[in-house]
């Protein structure tokens, strides 16, 4: 008989203390029926990999540690660039008191975080959303990482979504920010909260918003209302200006800021009228130049099917890394 015929909760990676409390002896483990991933953790031998699982496991042989950087950002669905939005990497931190992480195939962090900015998510501790953000600045490149943080700071809709307040407000970010003066990445966070806007609802719109600022063109007013009568709907464009006729919407194909309209009727766009809306040193061109380089970091994509090691993050005044 296989060790897991009459064992229904092994289908997933389990941890040393879980597999105790599933009857489970070494020798079990040690048979066809399991793999050994990494020190006190083993999974099925038919499990298909997923990535909560495998942090979920890797956060129950940690304790005191927590899932955090890209493995949390994945976990709380947030908006990531290609190259890391089907990353399974898993990314664990632990405070200083703790020893350093040293798994193969785990990307390890030695981390100051305070006791607000790590969460229990389901059955793992995760870093928060904003701290996920935080922890970011270090290797996303500064639009995505401002594409980040609107997802943040929108107010949702309570008619398509099961909650009614942003998950973090620009006020805590900053304050956030201020306490960790000294980490890695501090510098970029703070371009990106400079530049961070309530009201882009999608990545798209966040892009189209730092293109035509990073061209020269005003700030664009977000989901601005075009009437308010009452028992009529309330058409709100992505972007636009009040005193402007040209509003957009992400991708239109009825009308574009280019100036051309989908009737026989062309006419060049005149710049819309009245001051500049840049802040010195805050919304200009100048500061999305100061983006860094788009490339690929140096993370390796751990299997547990074949778990092997990479190499280590660059090292962070506040934050050590460990493989």
């Not at 805050?282 to 092997?308: C, E, I, R, V």
Request: with cysteine; charged share 20%.
């Amino acid at each position: 008989m296989e060790p897991n015929d009459d064992l229904p909760n092994t289908f997933a990676p389990f941890s040393a203390a879980e597999a105790r409390q599933l009857g489970l002896s070494q020798e079990q483990l040690r048979g066809k029926a399991f793999a050994k991933v990494s020190q006190g953790i083993h999974r099925p031998v038919d499990w298909d990999f997923d990535l909560r699982d495998a942090a979920r496991a890797l956060s129950a042989q940690s304790p005191g540690a927590w899932i955090s950087h890209v493995t949390a950002a994945r976990i709380h669905g947030l908006i990531l660039p290609p190259w890391l939005s089907d990353s399974n990497e898993l990314h664990l931190s632990k405070p200083k008191a703790l020893p350093e992480v040293r798994r193969t195939g785990i990307t390890g962090h030695t981390v100051l975080a305070c006791p607000d900015e790590v969460e229990l998510n389901g059955d793992l501790w995760v870093s928060t959303r904003s701290r996920t953000w935080l922890d970011l600045a270090r290797i996303l490149p500064l639009n995505d990482l401002i594409c980040l943080g609107d997802q943040l700071i929108r107010i949702p809709r309570p008619e398509f979504e099961d909650r009614n307040s942003p998950f973090a407000t620009l006020d805590s970010l900053w304050k956030m920010v201020r306490r960790h003066s000294n980490l890695q990445g501090i510098v970029r966070a703070r371009e990106a909260l400079d530049l961070m806007r309530v009201g882009s609802d999608s990545a798209p719109e966040t892009f189209m918003r730092l293109a035509m600022l990073d061209a020269g063109l005003p700030e664009p007013e977000l989901q601005i209302s075009l009437w308010n009568r009452p028992g009529s709907p309330r058409p709100m464009p992505d972007t636009g200006r009040g005193a402007s006729p040209c509003n957009t919407t992400e991708p239109s194909t009825s009308t574009s800021c280019s100036g051309t309209a989908t009737g026989a009727e062309t006419r060049p766009l005149k710049p819309p009228a009245g001051p500049c809306w840049y802040s010195p040193g805050k919304t200009t061109p100048q500061a999305l130049a100061k983006q860094s380089s788009k490339s690929k970091p140096p993370f390796g994509s751990p299997s547990w099917t074949t778990p092997l090691p990479r190499a280590s993050p660059p090292m962070a005044e506040q934050e050590r890394s460990s493989t």
